[in-house]
């Protein structure tokens, strides 16, 4: 088949460094009968390591061109490919019917790195753990402390269900075509159903959306109508508190104590 050109609108860049590629593989370090799904195989730079560990793969491609190449190069029986947006997957399904928990790959696209993120946080019930290359920005934020610029609304919400670990830095040259950004490698390991203290996961979703929705604004600003000054200062919040200011056990007491 003639050569693959990246897709800027699915924010292709194909990771060609085999050194990095090998220390991906090697903090996946697949068992032979696990349940991994690789998101975005793109020209496998990772799909063929992995599948050299184990016995099958399951891979998420949008693209068509790409599901062609897999198609003609990997057997069904190696490699189960599930054509579609990875934003409109349901991982939880696969996890239930393989009857195990998933490990999720994959070289993330830039352009939907954020809400992938949040769409997967939702199946961390029945995930084993995630590794994911990413913009470094991104994972900056996924990992900020209380009090940083970086610290937002991704940090608290991914915090809250992962520990997460920084594992490695990518450069640009690592790619094809180059990114204008550098971009890391990230672990994420969910938190034990025990951990998640939250007892309505929605209204804390939609408390630490409102506390980050304009950054420079107090919290009382922030949080009218859903939170008063009075019970803020009750779990010992200051009213006049901007967001990046707050702990995740904060923004968890705040969520468990709202009516």
Request: aromatic letters at 6%.
């Amino acid at each position: 088949m003639s050569k693959h050109v990246a897709r800027k609108r699915f924010g292709q860049n194909f990771l060609i460094d085999a050194q990095v590629i090998g220390e991906i593989v090697a903090a996946v370090a697949p068992q032979r009968d696990d349940l991994v799904v690789e998101i975005g195989p793109g020209l496998g730079a990772l799909t063929g390591p992995l599948l050299a560990r184990l016995d099958h793969l399951h891979v998420v491609e949008i693209d068509r061109d790409i599901v062609a190449r897999l198609r003609q190069r990997y057997s069904p029986e190696r490699l189960t490919i599930h054509e579609g947006d990875a934003l409109a997957f349901d991982f939880g399904a696969l996890a239930d019917t393989a009857g195990k928990k998933l490990s999720v790959v994959g070289n993330l696209p830039y352009n939907i790195s954020t809400p992938l993120l949040f769409h997967l946080a939702q199946f961390s019930d029945r995930t084993r753990e995630m590794h994911f290359m990413l913009q470094k920005e991104v994972v900056e934020r996924m990992v900020a402390e209380p009090g940083t610029a970086d610290y937002g609304r991704l940090s608290v919400m991914l915090q809250y269900r992962f520990v997460m670990d920084w594992l490695l830095d990518v450069p640009p040259e690592s790619f094809d075509p180059a990114p204008k950004v550098d971009s890391a490698v990230v672990r994420l390991i969910p938190r034990a159903l025990e951990d998640l203290t939250v007892r309505d996961e929605a209204r804390f979703a939609e408390l630490v959306a409102a506390a980050f929705g304009q950054r420079r604004k107090m919290l009382r600003n922030n949080l009218k109508g859903l939170v008063d000054d009075g019970l803020l200062e009750r779990l010992g919040i200051a009213p006049t508190a901007r967001a990046e200011e707050l702990t995740l056990s904060d923004y968890i007491a705040l969520a468990n104590a709202v009516k």
